[in-house]
């Protein structure tokens, strides 16, 4: 059986014949442009296209007589009830009961499958995020990494890609040693020995809590005895852990870890480093290593062994792109911070003097975020010493909140995250409007069987039975799940995805208010059980439309809540 095409790609494809027949010398790629969009408002139609003016003047054509040309065309296909031409050439056209029905059939056959797609099948995708140092906990940052890679990584599967994730362990250098020093102090002290601990350079609890339980049941002359690597490599492990911990208590799990160190001791950095010295872009300046990266945009040139013989970071994360490039995915995506602003020339340089393609690497910015408690800023935890720690967020406004607060926003806006707002159980707080909306939906399917009372299946007297303009536009918003998915993917933007399921949300809320209020809008009627039926299909439908949606960013779809039930 033919997979169904959305009510989108049909109204695509159907534009496409058209201006094929209207102008049989426009090329494939041409014809990809020819697309429908939303319209401002109903009187310009359910969709619309500017087909016309994108091809008349190649075509030697009149916009608006070539939009009147297509505008006819269009009118003879099935989901076309009418059209209309609008300023220079603007096609207008208005949906028949087939398109609301095609988009009704689609929900119900593909369920849970709804809205995935096919725009990066046969595309595999290495996705790095987070990536934090194993040296303490992780900051409300990475939460938000998490929560923008996790989403990432589902949406992209959705849209047909293949998609490994990855954390990177940056578990080399002076900063694992002085993480080593760090904890070897703490476990001194919690011995009962003397310790330096006036310049302890992670100052935060979580040393502390390891110390006391690393130093249970071992001798004082043990841990004297014991070097620095070993203090360092304990720490590492504790503090990976914790962080594993931290990120699986999100929902947030990794295909694969790798290790900073383990290039080093594989001989990986060495390797790539004499790869650089022969690719005729690194030099000799003032008893250092340079590499040659302003031809990528970077300001300057970087230096890749410092004049100690010491290599900078950028050798083993050359190394590191090295590795992934090797391991042969159509593409690479990173998430970095904004702090890394400047990183990706260098970056981009390195992986082409080792012969890759470097168009198969994006790297994602993600700007700051700040928790707000009160109104104000909070900037201080204790266990984590001088940040706000993930955990403290998620523990205290629950996963489900902090995923979405964290992806509302574009990852090019600083995002201030709300605890008040976040720990409501109220309509002012987005997740908990969508996920009442499912759970009120769930609610009102449940009284519908007490009363033997079901969706309907979707067929044209059953279509015909939803003809009230606020249904209509829902059926028209549920028609957009696989277009929210295809751009997300496109744009690697997940912020439209709790854009469009507070749309939604918002208009089931008004359409059930209204049933409330109106007896011919009542959902539940046993004295018309075929407009129950129908009414009972158009909620299931967007009951599983939000429960996809919230799927994809990596949050419950409840089917009970507090309250949901009195108000059914």
């Known amino acids: 059986m033919e997979p169904l095409l959305s009510l989108r790609e049909e109204l695509d494809l159907a534009l496409r014949e058209v201006l094929g027949e209207l102008a049989p010398g426009l ?3 041409d014809l990809s442009r020819a697309v429908f969009g939303p319209t ?5 139609g359910d969709v619309a296209t500017n087909a016309a003016m994108l091809f008349s003047k190649a075509l030697g054509r009149k916009p608006r007589d070539m939009g009147e040309e297509l505008a006819a065309k269009l009118a003879e296909h099935r989901f076309v009830k009418s059209t209309g031409i609008a300023g220079p050439g603007f096609v207008n056209v208005w949906l028949s009961d087939a398109a609301f029905l095609h988009v009704l059939h ?3 056959e593909q369920g849970e499958n709804y809205g995935e797609g096919t725009l990066g099948e046969g595309e595999s995708a ?6 934090a140092n194993p040296t303490g906990p992780m900051h409300i940052g990475h939460c938000r990494h998490a929560a923008v890679g996790d989403a990432l990584a589902r949406t992209l599967r959705a849209a047909g890609h293949d998609v490994t994730t990855e954390f ?6 002076a900063q694992v040693a002085a993480l080593g020093e760090s904890f070897r102090q703490r476990c001194l002290e919690a011995a009962g020995l003397p310790a330096p601990t006036e310049d302890i350079q992670y100052a935060g609890d979580y040393l502390k809590e390891f110390a006391a339980d690393f130093v249970e049941g071992k001798s004082g ?4 005895g014991m070097d620095l690597d070993g203090f360092a490599a304990e720490a590492r492990n504790r503090n990976l852990e914790m962080i594993r911990a931290d990120l699986e208590h999100m929902g947030v799990f990794f295909d694969s870890f790798v290790s900073e160190q383990s290039l080093h001791e594989s001989g990986a950095v060495a390797e ?17 290593l340079w590499l040659q990266t302003t031809d990528f945009g970077d300001d300057q040139d970087r230096v890749l062994i410092k004049s100690d013989g010491a290599p900078t970071y950028l050798v083993p994360d050359v190394a590191y792109h090295h590795d992934k490039f090797n391991r042969g995915f159509s593409r690479y995506i990173n998430v970095f911070g904004a702090d890394h602003g400047g990183y990706p020339p260098r970056l981009r340089a390195g992986i082409a003097r080792l012969g890759h393609d470097v168009e198969k690497l994006t790297i994602l910015l993600l700007r700051l975020v700040f928790l707000l408690k009160g109104g104000n800023r909070v900037k201080f935890s204790k266990r984590a010493g001088n940040f706000v720690a993930l955990a403290d967020v998620v523990e205290e406004a629950g996963s489900d909140a902090t995923r979405w607060f964290m992806l509302s926003r574009s990852i090019d806006s600083e995002l201030e995250f709300d605890m008040d707002l976040a720990r409501e159980a109220t309509s002012r707080n987005p997740v908990y409007k969508v996920q ?7 609610s009102v399917e449940r009284k519908g069987r007490e009363q033997a009372l079901r969706p309907a299946r979707a067929t044209e007297d059953v279509m015909a039975r939803l003809s009230e303009p606020a249904e209509r536009e829902m059926i028209l918003a549920l028609a957009q799940l696989p277009e929210i998915v295809e751009r997300s993917a496109r744009e690697l933007a997940v912020h439209h995805l709790p854009a469009y399921l507070l749309h939604l949300a918002d208009l089931w809320n008004r359409y059930w208010s209204h049933a409330r209020t109106n007896p011919d809008m009542r959902i539940l009627r046993e004295d018309d059980r075929e407009l129950a039926g129908a009414r009972l299909l158009l909620a299931e439908s967007l009951r599983q439309v939000l429960s996809n949606g919230l799927g994809m960013m990596g949050i419950a779809a409840p089917r009970k809540m507090l309250r949901e039930e009195e108000d059914a």
């Open 168 to 173: 990177y362990i940056n578990d080399a250098g």
């Open 436 to 442: 009442y909306a499912h759970a009120r939906i769930c």
């Open 27 to 29: 090329a494939e790629e």
């Open 221 to 224: 002359d043990e841990l004297l």
């Open 126 to 131: 290495l996705l790095e995020f987070v990536s």
């Open 106 to 108: 689609c929900v119900s």
């Open 272 to 288: 790539t480093l004499q790869k650089l010295r022969e690719s005729g872009h690194a030099y000799e300046k003032d008893g250092a």
């Open 40 to 44: 401002k408002s109903p009187e310009h």
